[in-house]
């Protein structure tokens, strides 16, 4: 599959470092004229604080009958809170961002990022995206919108898929590509709760059921790499000073996840790929 890849540009706003706001994971960097601001979801968000949080636990949904292109794995839906003015701020932040004329939240998925979360447990994130509005604290973010980030998909680490939101809706969790991006968080950080390798398994089964699953997916990016993509098609953000820095999920799980795909057509950065 023609992927252009070689034609991308490193372009150089890694420069233009914002505060060290998180889309559900911790920041590498911080402006110097903004104030701190949490860094990780447990700081963000303690999880005795969870707002509107559904009761319902977690629901094992069936996952179609496996085939070749379509391995069999387990996704237990666990749905965060999405209420009536949560659709209105997404639609609002899409038409913002991304999309003036934007009508519903529908996406057409191109990418996926993968994420970790910066926290040690999938409840505290769950808690943390079950509120409806981001807080005023993460100022960047704030400015940017209110509604709160959120992301598709969660991986535990012992390898439990979760399932937070449809796919085909916008989640907010990569500046650039909340509307054409599926969003995979990862329990755990890479310093002292490094991801797993139970962790590394779950994404590329992800990967390759979402990829069967929506046959318009061409990209496989990690979040730290997407500011070196603001200049491909795919990226589209309309303010251009809103852009931020992220670490996640680091080179070493892009490696090992990618190192699981090579048969696939997926597009990464060409350093990324050349795992040893
Ligand atoms: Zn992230």
Known sequence: MANGAGSWPMVATLGLVMASLSLGCRSSSNSATVAPVPTTLRDAAPVAEPVAAPVAAPVAAPVAAPSAAEPAIKIVDWPIAWTPERERLALAYRRAHSDPNAQDLTIVPQVIVLHYTGGDSAKGTKGYFDNITIEPSRK???????????????????????????????????????????????????????????????????????????????????????????????????DPKFRNDKPDPGVRFMRSVRTGLTDLPLVGLPSDDKSP
């Open 140 to 238: 960047q973010l704030y400015a940017g919108g209110k509604v709160n980030v959120s992301s598709h998909f969660l991986v535990d680490r012992d390898g439990t898929i979760y399932r937070l939101m449809p796919e085909t809706k916008m989640a907010r969790h990569c500046i650039g590509l909340n509307h054409n991006g599926i969003g995979v968080e990862n329990v755990g950080d890479e310093s002292k709760t490094k991801l797993t390798e139970a962790q590394v398994a779950a994404n590329i089964a992800l990967v390759r059921y979402l990829v069967a699953q929506h046959p318009t997916i061409t990209h496989l990016l990690g979040h730290y790499e997407v500011m070196k993509f603001t200049q491909d098609p795919l990226f589209q953000e309309r």
